[in-house]
C-alpha cells in the first residue's frame, strides 16, 4: 500500500504552533483528526496523493466517521472545522490550486426540546396573584397574556395600551426585528387585561408614566428582572418544584397549541418564528403522553391491561 505525503500535515501543525500559538492539546486533536484521514485515503483511494483528492472525497471521509458510531454532532463539528483549516492552509501555501473545504457544511448542532408546563400548572400559575390589589390585578393580567398570546418577555414589556384591541380580543406586538404581529387574547386574558386597566393600572400612574400597559409602584415600565420575580413568585406560590421563566409559558402556549391540533403554520404566526424550522421542535410529543393515552383509549390496551 503506497503511504500519502505526511509532509503537509506536519507543516500544518508547526505552522498553527509558530503563527497561532496552538496549544500541544489542540495540535494533539488536529493530529489525531489527519492521521486518521490519511489512514482513510490510503485504505480508500491507494495511490491518490492530495492533489487528487475531490470535495465528495471529504464528504465521504465525514460521512464514515459520522457512522463509525464513535463520533457525534458535537465532535463532528469540531473535525469538520479542522478540515477547513488545514485545506485552507494547503490552498494557501500552494499545494493545492483550490480549497477543498468551500461549501463543506457543519453538522447542525443537535437542538435541545424546550420544557414545557402541563395545563394544570400553568392554570395553578395564573390563578395565584391576588385580585384585590393593583399588583396582583397587573401580574394576573401579564401571566395570562404570558400564556394566552406565547409573548416574549421583551414583547409583553414593550406592550402599549394603544396596541390593545379588546373588543377584537387581540393585540399588535413588536417582535424580533421590530417586526409588528397580531396576537389573539382569549377570553381570560381578555378579562384580566379589562380589571387591570380599569382599576389596576390607574393606581400605579405617575406623572412620568409611559403609555405601556404594565407598570411598576414607581409607575414606570417593568424591567426583565422585574417580570422574572413575578413569574417565579407565582410558581412558588403555586407550589411548583421546576425552574419557571417567562419564556416557559411561551414554550407552554405553542406545545399545547399542536397538542390540541392547531396547524404548524399558524402557530408559527402566533409566535412570530420567521421560520417554520423554529416552530417544528414543538411536534415533539412526549412518549409517555402518548403512551398514557393509548392506554387510556385504546380498546387493545384496556384488555391487555386488566390481564396484568
Known sequence: MSKLDHRPVEDFLASGAMERGHAMRTQSIQRRLLDRLTHWMERKFPGKDWRSLKPDDLREFLSYRRFSGRVGPTTLRLETSILRTFFTHLHRTGRLSTNLTVGLRSPKQARKLPPSLTPDQVRKILETPSVKTPLGLRDRAMLELLYAAGLRAAEILSLRIEQLD??????RVIGKGNKERLVLLGKAAEEALRRYLDTGRPKLVRSKSGGEVFLGNHGRRLTTTHLW????????????????YPHLLRHSFATHLLSGGADLRVIQELLGHA?????????????????ATFD????RAQKDKSAR
Do not use: C, M, N, W
Not at 235 to 241: E, N, T
Open 229 to 244: 420575580g413575578i413569574v417565579k413568585k407565582a410558581a412558588q406560590a403555586a407550589g411548583l418544584d421546576a425552574r419557571v
Open 275 to 291: 421560520s417554520i424550522g423554529t416552530t417544528e421542535i414543538y411536534t415533539h410529543v412526549d412518549e409517555d403522553r402518548l403512551a
Open 296 to 299: 387510556r383509549f385504546h380498546p
Open 166 to 171: 379588546l373588543g377584537g380580543g387581540s393585540a
